[in-house]
């Protein structure tokens, strides 16, 4: 099973991304999904995940500008980002629990220009 994460890039302050996440291989289940963010020397911070019944959770620092959401039919996780700040430059990380084990998908990188 892999994740394959896409959609960072660079923006301006203010400007949107969406990353999505898909995960492949032999699947039967999963559970957990969602986005982790931590880039060279800073603390590793889980920014939101969602589990199989839809239920959500946000870190404090993007509440209110970034939802979560899943399109299980095909196995994807997907972050909508609005309202970016410099300080959400990261490179972000997707997660899911597949099969009950964690996979975990390459990096993204965001870059918010002020």
């Known amino acids: 099973v892999q994740l394959q994460a896409s959609g960072g890039g660079l923006v301006q302050a203010g400007g949107s991304l969406r990353l999505s996440c898909r995960a492949s291989g032999r699947i039967f289940s999963i559970n957990d999904m969602g986005w982790y963010r931590q880039a060279t020397e800073k603390q590793r911070e889980l920014v939101a995940n969602?589990?199989?019944?839809?239920?959500?959770f946000y870190a404090d620092s993007v509440k209110d500008r970034f939802a979560i959401s899943r399109d299980n039919a095909k196995n994807t996780v997907y972050l909508q980002m609005n309202s970016l700040k410099p300080e959400d430059t990261d490179v972000y990380y997707c997660y899911a629990l597949v099969n009950r084990v964690w996979v975990w998908g390459q990096g993204t990188p965001v870059t918010v220009s002020s």
């Open positions: 969602i589990i199989a019944g839809g239920r959500t």
